[in-house]
């Protein structure tokens, strides 16, 4: 059983909005970053990057953090989360950086990748964009950007498929999977 | 969602025992270890508050080393205990050692062991994983495992390769790992040695034996050349080493007839002039430094798979 | 006090009895053996029941290892003979690789009084060939001899060197008793821990290469004609060494040989897993080299099946591979090993037991192993059928080292009897 909250166009139309709103609060584009955190997040940086591209003609920087070596949620076991690439080649010195993810839900995500992102240098500002807001956060952290809110019950499961990784666009509430 | 990876073994013992897509997903791994150190600050949270024992019964720079940076850069206590410094000189058995060790909570225990079989027999008596980091003329497992990586990244896919192993066949770990890994990979194997560094019965694992330098490389992807050890000279399988070099000593000559994109490499420490010449150890073929590297990045990836994180569940 | 076995299949090769029989004891002696039913004076004697069992002489074991003295946190003489009890011997001959070394009367003097006291079973000691195992000094073989010593062996090491065992092929002649040679030419197994092959290759152990013992075998055999003396090869385990023996035989030389079950069940690749408990010397081989032992077995170039039993304490055994002991307790699992190869149709029941029985007492010139009337009531009753599972922490002797460990097999020891009392009883 699952339900659709988001569609393709309402997918389109939030990260219109997120563009704007990131080049408004960023009075332009000369001094930010996008971060994309693993999977998703990174597609949804760079439909910012492009959007902004559109609206201001600049290239911003993009870049893709795995957050899986700052996790807390460590045990024994044999199965792994997949470790991927982080890939930032830019310096972060003095720059606005939005980080980028599809769901922000208890919000330990954000905390591990803040912690990455402080490793590889010291940005102007860290803020943080996301297509969902679940609600249930375990820490102090709060979005800058938001697509949707969508409170919903802890039992139940947001997923957010786009098209680059899952063939199609749009944000479905399921029933926890045992 | 997050995408999740298992390995079959709980230990790291033998390349025999790990399958195609064990090989892979370390390799894959390591890949992405990779990047962590190259960074300014090289060092990530994921072991934090682990415990990392080296126990290594038999001198070792390099693979200790490598297990000890690797451990450090994912933020692991490491501690290393030598042979010398251990309860076995003073007559205490291999068995109380360990189980001594793991009382005091450990999360995973390095061995590198004079004796072939002493990691898989520590395996036995305690509970905590166990990576083989070279036991008698045994199994070399994560030396095994960089040289895939550094192949992997020089040839881009493993299979079909064709790799030459040429030197100390008979006691070398590292020729069984490979020679067990390749054939996984589905990569063809050739040794070249004088026979008395053979091992009786080798072709049965599936490889081709040469006696011939030039003959055996022509063809290969891949020449790996193993260290010659000085004693064996003293007992009676090597005339002289200088005799050897002669026959086996990879030099520029022998180069001219192989192709330019042929990879050499060579697990260290390399006799200079015995079993490879200076200038092809420095040559544009040869790999020995990309391979020490890739070996910080091959035990990373050990590490995190055996020990960091499971439940994969969390926006 | 008599004793009436009744009702039991009797098997006694060395009176060509095969069937039927009733068996009865009288003041530890045989007094009569009838086909059953026919004992008409058995009063006061007490019955064992022996419907559905195999009645065969006593076992004996010309190889085994006791321990004792020196070594008794591994085995003692004591719980040896029960450990040989319970696997149906009633004779064992004891190895003098013990600590001090069995070369000297007082040694052999030691051994058998302990015996008396201790032992269930009888003890048969055998001497050394060289002083202290040394290789280089021939021991004072006639005072061994009278001292009560059956045989001459430096078991666990070779004579390597030719001529001390050429005089002591010719010395030990002087007084009929056979020189017991473990064939192994040091030099090819140094710092071996087992068979040199593919395994031994696999797993990076230095291996022991057949050569070793055949070479020796050949020598030993060469050195027969001129000596005259008795050659006795001890656990034959290399097809090659079969094959000698074999051709030494047809030429009427005086060599005879024996195996260990360990040596026709098992082959190297028991050593995979690096399990200490598969490592002897000599070690196990190859398939081909079993299927010539067994081929051995069959035409009788083989003459005697002993364990070399040989005991080893956890302390010795759960180490390192190529640090572990040598040897396996073997008086325990000899008899369902043994009727192993009677199924393998190798040897028929009544050979089985023969080399188990009169060929050994042939070969040492012992007055057991034989059922005749006026003889020692020696006697074991066994189940040839029963189906068990070995676990030897069930073990009489005092070690527990055994490859044989949750081997489903057949043929089990019911009741063990030395000179008419029964010293070991199946429950």
């Known amino acids: ?178 | 969602m997050t995408q999740t990876t298992t390995l079959s073994q709980r230990n790291i013992i033998t390349m025999e025992s790990l399958t195609a897509n064990d090989i892979d997903t370390i390799l894959d791994t390591a890949d992405s270890f990779k990047e962590v150190s190259t960074r300014a600050i090289k060092k990530v949270p994921i072991l934090r508050g682990r415990t990392i024992i080296n126990l290594f019964f038999e001198p070792s720079t390099r693979t200790r080393t490598s297990f000890e940076i690797a451990g450090k850069r994912l933020s692991a206590d490491v501690i290393n205990i030598s042979g010398a410094a251990s309860s076995t000189v003073k007559g205490e058995s291999l068995i109380d050692t360990v189980r001594n060790l793991e009382a005091m909570s450990p999360d995973i225990l390095v061995v590198r062991h004079n004796c072939s079989g002493a990691p898989a027999l520590i395996t036995q008596f305690i509970s905590k994983p166990v990576i083989n980091a070279g036991d008698g003329t045994h199994e070399h497992p994560s030396q095994s495992l960089l040289d895939l990586l550094t192949i992997r990244e020089h040839k881009g896919d493993l299979k079909g390769l064709k790799v030459t192993i040429v030197g100390d066949i008979a006691h070398s770990r590292v020729a069984r790992s490979n020679i067990h890994a390749m054939k996984t990979m589905g990569m063809t194997v050739k040794v070249v040695a004088p026979p008395p560094l053979l091992p009786i019965g080798i072709e049965q694992l599936g490889v081709d034996v040469c006696h011939d330098l030039e003959k055996g490389i022509k063809d290969a992807d891949v020449i790996m050349i193993l260290r010659i050890q000085l004693e064996r000279q003293n007992q009676g399988l090597l005339s002289s080493l200088r005799e050897y070099s002669n026959y086996f000593c990879l030099t520029e000559k022998h180069l001219s007839n192989v192709s330019d994109d042929t990879l050499i490499i060579h697990p260290g420490p390399v006799n200079r002039g015995v079993e490879i010449s200076l200038d092809v150890m420095e040559g544009p073929r040869s790999l020995i430094l990309n391979q020490v590297t890739n070996g910080v990045a091959i035990r990373m990836a050990l590490f995190y798979l055996l020990l960091g994180e499971s439940d994969a569940n969390s926006n | 006090m008599r004793i009436l076995i009744k009702g039991g299949h009797l098997i006694d090769p060395a009176n060509k009895k095969n069937g039927q029989f009733d068996l009865l004891i009288s003041k530890g002696k045989i007094e009569a053996v009838e086909p059953e039913g026919k004992i008409k004076d058995i009063s006061g004697a007490e019955i064992i029941d022996a419907k559905g069992a195999i009645v065969a002489p006593g076992f004996c074991d010309m190889h085994v290892h006791f321990r004792e003295p020196g070594h008794e946190y591994k085995e003692t003489i004591e719980t040896g003979s029960h450990s040989a009890a319970a696997g149906g011997f009633t004779t064992v001959a004891v190895m003098p690789n013990t600590s001090p070394v069995n070369d000297n009367r007082s040694v052999t003097d030691f051994i058998l009084s302990q015996a008396k006291e201790t032992s269930d079973i009888n003890i048969l000691p055998i001497g050394a060939i060289t002083k202290g195992l040394n290789g280089e000094t021939l021991s004072d073989m006639g005072e061994l001899k009278e001292a009560g010593c059956i045989g001459y062996s430096d078991d666990g090491r070779p004579v390597s060197n030719s001529e001390i065992m050429r005089r002591a092929l010719e010395y030990s002649k002087m007084f009929d008793l056979p020189c017991i040679q473990h064939s192994e030419v040091l030099e090819l197994t140094q710092g071996g821990s087992m068979n040199e092959g593919i395994v031994s290759t696999e797993l990076g152990l230095k291996g022991m290469p057949t050569e070793a013992e055949d070479i020796m075998v050949h020598r030993d055999i060469c050195l027969l004609p001129k000596t005259g003396g008795r050659l006795h090869v001890a656990h034959i385990s290399s097809g090659g060494s079969v094959d000698l023996v074999r051709q030494a035989k047809a030429k009427g030389l005086a060599v005879t040989c024996e195996v260990a079950p360990h040596h026709f069940t098992l082959t190297h690749d028991a050593c995979r897993g690096y399990d200490t408990n598969a490592k002897m010397s000599p070690p196990l081989r190859t398939q081909s080299d079993l299927e010539m032992i067994k081929e051995g077995m069959r035409d009788g170039t083989i003459d005697i099946i002993a364990t070399d039993h040989a005991p080893h304490d956890r302390v010795d055994k759960q180490v390192e591979f190529s640090k572990a002991c040598f040897g396996i307790v073997g008086l325990e699992t000899a008899l369902p090993l043994t009727l192993k190869m009677v199924d393998e149709k190798v040897i028929s029941l009544e050979k089985a037991i023969d080399m188990l029985t009169f060929q050994p007492s042939q070969l040492f010139k012992l007055d057991k192993g034989t059922l005749g009337v006026g003889k020692a009531a020696d006697i074991t009753l066994f189940d040839e059928k029963m189906e068990y599972t070995i676990d030897p922490s069930q073990f009489k002797s005092r070690s527990k080292n055994s490859p044989y460990k949750d081997w489903k097999v057949r043929g089990k020891v019911l009741r063990t009897l030395v000179n008419g009392k029964t010293v070991f009883k199946c429950n």
């Open chain 1, 1 to 178: 059983m699952s339900t659709t909250i988001l569609n393709e166009k309402d997918i389109a139309r939030a990260i219109n909005r997120i563009s704007h709103e990131i080049l408004e609060r960023n009075q332009g584009a000369e001094n930010i970053a996008l971060i994309g955190i693993r999977t998703r997040g990174v597609t949804l940086s760079s439909r910012l990057q492009a959007k902004i591209n559109a609206i201001e003609n600049i290239e911003v920087a993009t870049g893709a953090l795995d957050i899986t070596l700052y996790r807390d949620d460590i045990g024994a076991g044999l199965q792994k989360p997949e470790l991927k690439k982080t890939e930032i080649t830019f310096g972060l010195e003095g720059k606005h950086v939005i980080l980028c993810d599809d769901v922000l839900f208890t919000g330990r995500t954000i905390r591990a990748a803040i912690d990455a992102l402080i490793d590889f240098g010291r940005p102007a500002s860290v803020q943080l964009a996301v297509l969902i807001d679940r609600g249930h956060r375990e820490l102090p952290i709060r979005p800058d950007y938001v697509g949707k809110n969508i409170p919903t019950p802890k039992s139940k499961r947001v997923q957010v498929l786009l098209k680059e990784v899952d063939e199609e666009d749009k944000v479905i509430i399921q029933e926890q999977v045992k």
